[in-house]
């Protein structure tokens, strides 16, 4: 049973509108959540996280929300850019303070 | 600056074959692991190091080994292959013992098991 989930297998978003990438999971002890991006052929980097203790982190076009009541976060991109074209890695911190994973969302930003 | 460097980018295997995936990092990083990423999954983790002679099993370790002799070096062994390892693996690293911290990735190794 997956405990981080990211519904949407792929989102398809005008270039210069909002892109938001949604996660949702299942335990109430992760303490930390971060977004990774990954291109083709690349690994994944890093993006941007959040504590638990927050409920919002920006940084430049990148926000992430945090409503830990619904266990759900998600990635705000404004505005989005070709070059944001790539896969969206959720990711949140366990209590052996590994990351579980979800399974990725394919943002393609069209022209 | 290298990074993290995983080598060989691609393998096929056939079954029962064995091998070792190479990862190196130039960043003194404490903290190596290796994950696995599947269609329609998650990464998953399959062992980790927060420093020389010392690894640990993360969720996904049958399978495999691993050894870390050194901080710049932490290389995955498949003893056996199976079809079920098919899959494209990343090696990561970071400074300190926690898994969470920011992660740098290879750009992965895809291996095929026949």
């Known amino acids: 049973d997956q405990q981080v989930k990211q519904n949407s297998p792929s989102l398809s978003v005008q270039e210069g509108r909002i892109s938001i990438l949604n996660c949702d999971y299942t335990?109430?002890?992760?303490?930390?959540f971060l977004w990774y991006k990954k291109y083709p052929a690349e690994g994944p980097t890093f993006l941007i996280s959040?504590?638990?203790i927050k409920d919002k982190n920006e940084d430049g076009r990148f926000t992430v929300f945090l409503n830990k009541s619904a266990k759900h976060l998600s990635l705000h991109i404004v505005p989005s850019q070709p070059g944001d074209s790539a896969v969206y890695f959720c990711?949140?911190?366990?209590?052996?303070?590994?990351?579980?994973w979800g399974a990725g969302t394919k943002l393609i930003i069209k022209p | 600056n290298a990074g993290v460097t995983q080598t060989p980018k691609f393998q096929v295997l056939k079954t029962g074959q064995s091998m070792t995936l190479q990862c190196a990092q130039d960043?003194?990083?404490?903290?190596m692991s290796w994950y696995r990423q599947d269609p329609g999954m998650g990464l998953r983790l399959i062992h980790y190091?927060?420093?020389?002679?010392?690894?640990d099993q993360g969720e996904v370790p049958n399978g495999y080994n691993v050894s870390r002799s050194t901080t710049e070096d932490f290389p995955l062994r498949l003893l056996s292959a199976a079809p079920s390892q098919t899959s494209v693996y990343f090696c990561?690293?970071?400074?300190?013992?926690?898994?969470?911290?920011?992660?740098?990735f290879g750009a992965g190794s895809r291996l095929t098991v026949l």
């Open positions: 190091s927060v420093g020389a002679g010392i690894t």
């Open positions: 990561a690293s970071s400074h300190g013992s926690s898994g969470a911290n920011v992660l740098t």
């Open positions: 960043m003194n990083h404490e903290y």
């Open positions: 990711a949140a911190r366990d209590s052996n303070y590994q990351l579980i």
């Open positions: 335990n109430s002890m992760f303490d930390y």
């Open positions: 959040i504590s638990s």
